[in-house]
């Protein structure tokens, strides 16, 4: 089976907006067992383990969460309520079954966290959409900040 991979460009990426967004980038990279100086010095397109790329979303997410906003961005994907969600809903035996049920948790759980997932589906058509929700509060620091080159991205 191979590897999946994906290049050095994109976890630099990651530590570029934790530090413009405040947090402390280099601390988060060394939790998520990488050292960020050797990142730095990569090629950007010199592939990595997608597992290390995870690892350091996944405590970005946990470190964007002591801000107290929504994450604007995979609405939660890598937080605590988004882990609970899963929990939640490894038991349902389709894929339909189980965003209905991640539908579920996430509005029960939307005053809290801010976003939510909707699926939207039609009577008798194979297709179905999600929709994503997410609540910034006003005058709140920018979690996307207005000069990032996705700022403006509806998808």
């Not at 002591?66 to 899963?86: D, H, N, V």
């Not at 894929?95 to 939510?116: E, H, N, S, V």
Request: aromatic content about 8%.
């Amino acid at each position: 089976m191979a590897e999946i991979t994906l290049p050095a460009k994109k976890f630099r990426r990651v530590l570029t907006y934790l530090n413009r967004i405040g947090l402390d980038a280099q601390s988060i990279a060394i939790a998520a067992g990488l050292q960020p100086q050797r990142l730095a010095r990569l090629d950007p397109e010199q592939r990595l383990p997608a597992m290390h790329y995870s690892r350091l979303y996944k405590a970005a997410a946990e470190q964007m969460q002591t801000i107290r906003q929504p994450l604007p961005w995979g609405a939660g994907l890598g937080g605590e309520s988004f882990a609970m969600m899963c929990h939640c809903v490894i038991g349902a035996r389709t894929l339909g079954g189980a965003l209905r049920l991640a539908q579920r948790y996430d509005k029960l759980l939307y005053p809290i966290t801010g976003y939510r997932v909707r699926l939207l589906e039609a009577p008798g058509d194979s297709l179905v959409k999600l929709s994503y929700t997410i609540d910034v509060p006003r005058g709140s620091a920018p979690l996307m900040p207005a000069d990032w080159d996705r700022a403006d991205s509806t998808c």
